[in-house]
């Protein structure tokens, strides 16, 4: 029998069990895009109706856009928010490609160390370097001389705390974008002679273009978007984020709070879209005859690659540790000695042990439910077969996430499920509405990482399952989740890691019961109890690495056990 015939007897097969499964699959896609209507879409479509209201809820049109923009104070936080993202996106790539380049084209020693010391900044909640700084360079910092008496509470210090923390985010994409790399093309440098500076300029750059442009957006967005760095450091240096925050918990203003949210989501938006037209212009650059490439040792080489890194990692570890000292001295500057009274949190106005306890049950169900509902839909838009224009809603939806900054998410959130009229109006100050919130808001980047893991399988294992009548479930479970174990931890501690941390998307949406930590960090900033809030800060970050090291061991031994196939 020619294996033509098998295959047409597969695929008619295949297409008869569909049509058995198809309402299920009808009905999982509904669910998904049900969720992300409510989830997403509505509360943005709540927050857009809110900025055209007055405070009776009458239509006003664009009054409340004209009032504020006859306030100086938008013009200015317009700019300062533009200046802010990008200066911080040229330090931070400038940094990030020099870091990049000497872990991927040199053979420097302690490779692995160094990286992993670069990686920190990922752990902590973006208040952390900022308290940090306030520690080094504050009024009663010990590093204070070295501004040449300048303000660390302005563009400074926001400048300063953003980088270190956007550093490893534009870090991972540039060491993928260098590693990606056609070894024959330095070859043919090599031969022809070709400087090292002119090698960097026609070969190096033109290849990781892309890579460096995706980079740059996803700083600049997390950048203007970012609420916490400016909340702790920024003074009176106003930037949209915090007008933002200004207006709904200062004034109690939520229809001018919804505007500046229109106009944060502006920008946002705009390097979204760009970055999408990006990727598109975007051709393969290795092809199947591409040879890795393999940096060669060379001892000057690699001790200047090794300089150029020693400064990064010394800032890092001189932050991070900064903050852990902090968090145990007694009282800065005059009692130095160490205690754990800034642990006792209990004793300080910010919701005490329980808002840690809060944030770590809120990131286990966030990265629990998350990484299930986002990997089934991930594989109901991959998989399945037919419902095009459904699937392609789904997929739309999904994409949306990635362009709203997280405090607009959480003020959406507000005006949607606090209506009265919403049947939905019970999850509002429950923890269920901050796991929603927080999936929401992290919902794009996992649900690409599993469209990516799907697309590698091929899709012959649903075409044979259905020609042995086998339903797709069960493929699904004995299969597909095996073959996508790897992806789907990742997208758990993803989930984890960002949940534990996440501050401007639950800011407005938690109550007494459901305090978390990261939201205690500001309000202990706020009531002057900085030291606290440095230990809460430490508190998550080492909580978030300790979890990292748990799931890497425990992953570990789950792929060793369902994918041992793939030694054989």
């Not at 008619?12 to 009808?26: E, F, N, P, T, Y």
């Not at 006859?70 to 802010?84: A, Q």
């Not at 998350?370 to 109901?380: C, D, K, Q, V």
């Not at 978390?516 to 909580?543: E, K, Q, R, Y």
Request: positive net charge.
């Amino acid at each position: 029998m020619s294996s033509r015939f098998i295959a047409m007897n597969a695929v008619g097969a295949s297409r008869r069990c569909l049509h058995k499964d198809q309402w299920v699959q009808a009905v999982g896609l509904l669910i998904a895009a049900a969720f992300l209507l409510v989830a997403m879409v509505l509360p943005l479509y709540a927050i857009l109706s809110k900025s055209v209201q007055n405070k009776a809820g009458d239509f006003v049109g664009l009054e409340n856009f004209i009032a504020y923009a006859s306030s100086p104070s938008l013009f200015d936080s317009v700019l300062n928010s533009l200046f802010i993202a990008s200066l911080t996106t040229v330090i931070v790539i400038t940094l990030a490609l020099l870091a990049a380049y000497a872990l991927t084209r040199s053979c420097m020693p302690f490779k692995g160390v160094i990286r992993l010391l670069m990686m920190g900044p990922i752990f902590a909640p973006s208040l952390l370097p900022a308290i940090s700084l306030v520690y080094l360079f504050g009024n009663q910092g010990f590093l204070k001389s070295w501004l040449f008496g300048e303000s660390i509470y302005g563009p400074i210090g926001i400048v300063i705390s953003l980088s270190f923390w956007c550093f490893p985010h534009a870090l991972m994409i540039l060491i993928t974008a260098l590693s990606n790399t056609d070894a024959r093309l330095y070859e043919s440098a090599k031969a022809l002679r070709t400087s090292g500076w002119r090698t960097f300029f026609t070969v190096t750059l033109p290849s990781i273009k892309y890579g460096l442009i995706s980079a740059s957006f996803v700083v600049f967005t997390l950048v203007i978007t970012d609420f916490g760095a400016p909340k702790v450091i920024g003074g009176q240096y106003d930037v949209l984020a915090t007008d933002i925050y200004k207006q709904v918990i200062g004034q109690q203003n939520f229809q001018m709070g919804a505007v500046v949210s229109v106009i944060l989501l502006l920008p946002a938006m705009l390097a979204f879209a760009a970055d999408r037209w990006v990727q598109k212009k975007q051709v393969a650059l290795v092809t199947s005859r591409a040879q890795p490439y393999r940096a060669e040792p060379n001892r000057r080489k690699d001790v200047s690659m090794l300089a150029l890194c020693l400064p990064i990692i010394a800032i890092v570890i001189g932050v991070l540790g900064t903050a852990v000292y902090a968090s145990f001295v007694t009282f800065w500057p005059y009692n130095l000695s160490l205690s754990l009274n800034n642990y006792q949190f209990d004793l300080m106005d910010g919701g005490g042990w329980d808002a840690y306890f809060n944030s770590i049950e809120m990131a286990f169900y966030t990265a629990l439910f998350g990484s299930f509902l986002i990997f089934t839909n991930a594989y109901l838009v991959e998989k399945v077969q037919g419902m095009r224009a459904l699937r392609g809603l789904v997929h739309l939806f999904a994409m949306i996430p990635l362009a709203v900054p997280g405090l607009v998410l959480g003020l959406a959130y507000i005006f949607f499920f606090n209506a009265p009229n919403n049947p939905l109006n019970s999850l509002y100050g429950t923890m269920g509405i901050l796991v929603i919130c927080t999936i929401a808001h992290y919902y794009t980047v996992c649900h690409l990482t599993s469209i990516t893991a799907l697309k590698q399988i091929d899709k012959e294992f649903e075409a044979v399952s259905a020609s042995l009548k086998v339903p797709f479930y069960q493929t699904f479970l004995r299969v597909t989740l095996p073959l996508c174990l790897p992806a789907l931890l990742e997208v758990g501690i993803y989930l984890f890691v960002n949940a534990v941390n996440t501050v401007s998307a639950v800011v407005f949406l938690y109550s007494a019961n459901t305090t978390l930590a990261s939201v205690s960090i500001l309000n202990m900033d706020d009531a002057g109890d900085i030291a606290p809030a440095a230990a809460m800060g430490v508190l998550l970050m080492l909580t978030c690495m300790g979890v990292k090291l748990l799931h890497w061991l425990l992953s570990r031994q789950l792929i060793n056990n369902t994918q041992a196939w793939r030694k054989a």
